[in-house]
């Protein structure tokens, strides 16, 4: 039973480069989530997608930063034009519902991370 | 704004030491606290907590909340270097945004042989 997937778990761009970060989620998981984690800092949410909709992204940045999860294929969360500040921890996650944490069925389950280094 | 505060930030044992490490926290709308386990990698689920009192066990871990002073400890006992991980306490809370988790920083605990 494969867990969350994520690609690349390393990368790295240069300044104003774009990156391009996927997410598979687990089988039968319809409900992805992307958090954020800076050095020495806990994870921040970003974003909330179903399949071809977002659902909640109040946790994105408003510029450079999107998401989507189209109805074929991982989920993606691009960043344009990165800038240092943008290098940090990318955490995917899923649940098979909407409601995270409602009951142990129901738990959010992250996959390993991308981590972004910008130089 | 909600806020979860883990102490300590980070904490070195020896092998066959006691941990407790603290997750305190200020909601609106509490729904469940949820501790994970971080090894580099993905966080691991360990325990989700959603009444006072009522202990949560699995091994050498174990967990409770208070949801009268706002908090939750993770005790594990007979530490082994295995144990050595980041420590994340999240919450969740009702309403609206009942997906969202919470994070604290985390505990960094490092167990030495």
């Known amino acids: 039973n494969a867990g969350v997937m994520q690609n690349p778990r390393h990368l790295v761009r240069r300044r104003g480069q774009e990156a391009r970060l996927r997410c598979s989620p687990m089988?039968?998981?319809?409900?992805v989530y992307w958090y954020r984690q800076l050095p020495e800092e806990g994870l921040k949410f970003m974003v909330y997608?179903?399949?071809?909709?977002?659902?909640?992204e109040s946790g994105m940045p408003k510029e450079r930063f999107s998401a989507e999860f189209p109805k074929e294929g991982p989920s993606i969360l691009r960043i344009q034009q990165v800038v240092r500040g943008d290098s940090a921890a990318y955490f995917c996650?899923?649940?098979?519902?909407?409601?995270?944490?409602?009951?142990?069925?129901?738990?959010?389950?992250f996959g390993e991370g991308s981590w972004l280094t910008v130089v | 704004e909600d806020k979860v505060v883990q102490s300590p930030l980070s904490l070195v044992v020896h092998e066959g030491d006691t941990v407790t490490l603290n997750c305190s926290y200020e909601?609106?709308?509490?729904?469940?606290l949820l501790w994970y386990k971080q090894e580099k990698k993905a966080p691991t689920f360990l325990f989700m907590l959603?009444?006072?009192?009522i202990e949560k066990k699995s091994g050498r871990l174990s967990s409770i909340l208070d949801k009268k002073e706002l908090f939750s400890i993770l005790n594990i006992t007979a530490t082994q270097t295995g144990d050595s991980a980041v420590y994340l306490c999240?919450?969740?809370?009702?309403?609206?945004?009942?997906?969202?988790?919470?994070f604290g920083k985390g505990t960094l605990l490092t167990v030495n042989p």
């Open positions: 996650a899923s649940s098979p519902s909407g409601a995270a944490g409602t009951a142990t069925g129901n738990t959010i389950y």
């Open positions: 999240a919450v969740r809370t009702s309403g609206g945004s009942n997906y969202k988790l919470t």
């Open positions: 997608l179903q399949k071809e909709n977002i659902i909640d």
């Open positions: 909601v609106t709308n509490f729904r469940s």
């Open positions: 959603t009444s006072s009192g």
């Open positions: 089988k039968g998981h319809s409900h």
